[in-house]
């Protein structure tokens, strides 16, 4: 997803660590542990679970609740346009589109009928009409127009790259990611142009922001600069999280944490 102001974020924290910079909590919801979640670019949630998919506002109240049952099971959300929200399904092998109304946008693409075998993952794209989808089996990356089906591709990934199997890949900041199940990450330009691979701590939570990533351990967060391998403070959760983190978005001046029971938000005190 394309978030807003992440990079001048960072920065603006990394600034403050020595100053003691603070988080001021905004909401927080039960959720449940399996709950699919994203954040659209007006700070509005869009939250999947037991077949029901809601939009709730910058203060984390409900504005709209849907059954989408008659999609099957839902491994994806991606809000980067929020008339436009990507529900992508592995089990069905489709991406369907809801507006900002959460009403079904016409027929759900199904990736088949464009030669894609076994999509792992997706993401929405900053490019106007298209989306980015990673073939498994073919080992190779899709950029799709939605209008036409025509799409470019990056082949050979894992090959190239030594990635074990993709968990999960985001456009973030005009930057695309690869996630594998060993922590390994890919990044790659808007065009697809392979910029670097790093290998992460396994079995973390793991958010890029440009050439940093937050790292979870536990309750609390820290950065690391690849390249300098500094690492650094940046939220404290101990007091405040009811348990581990388990997922992290930055949006903004905001950060989003889901735990086991919970999604919370916060905003930095400047």
């Not at 997803?1 to 660590?17: E, N, R, T």
């Not at 050979?156 to 199940?181: A, C, P, T, W």
């Not at 079995?203 to 650094?232: H, M, R, W």
């Not at 999604?263 to 930095?268: A, D, I, K, S, T």
């Amino acid at each position: 997803m394309f978030k807003i102001g992440a990079l001048l974020l960072f920065f603006s924290l990394s600034s403050a660590i020595y100053s003691q910079q603070k988080w001021k909590e905004l909401w927080s919801l039960d959720i449940d542990s399996t709950a699919i979640w994203d954040i659209d670019p007006m700070h509005q949630s869009i939250i999947y679970q037991n077949q029901n998919v809601q939009k709730r506002d910058a203060k984390g109240q409900l504005m709209l609740q849907e059954s989408i049952k008659s999609l099957g099971n839902i491994q994806k959300i991606d809000a980067q346009n929020p008339l436009k929200i990507a529900l992508f399904s592995e089990d069905q092998q489709s991406i369907c589109f809801l507006d900002n109304a959460l009403a079904l946008q016409t027929t759900c693409l199904y990736l088949s009928d464009l030669n894609i075998s076994l999509a792992a993952s997706m993401s929405a794209s900053i490019q106007t009409d298209r989306i980015w989808v990673y073939d498994e089996p073919n080992s190779k990356i899709d950029l799709i127009t939605l209008r036409n089906g025509q799409n470019q591709q990056v082949q050979n990934v894992k090959g190239l790259l030594n990635l074990h199997s993709i968990v999960n890949m985001q456009e973030i900041d005009n930057r695309l990611y690869l996630f594998d199940e060993q922590n390994q990450v890919a990044w790659f330009d808007q065009f697809g142009n392979f910029i670097d691979v790093a290998t992460l701590t396994p079995n973390k939570p793991i958010y890029p922001i440009q050439d940093y990533f937050l790292i979870a351990e536990g309750k609390n967060i820290q950065t690391v600069d690849l390249n300098s391998e500094f690492v650094a403070f940046f939220f404290e959760g101990d007091a405040i999280l009811d348990s581990s983190v388990r997922k992290m978005e930055v949006s903004g001046d905001r950060l989003y944490v889901q735990t086991q029971k919970r999604l919370y938000c916060f905003r930095v005190i400047q």
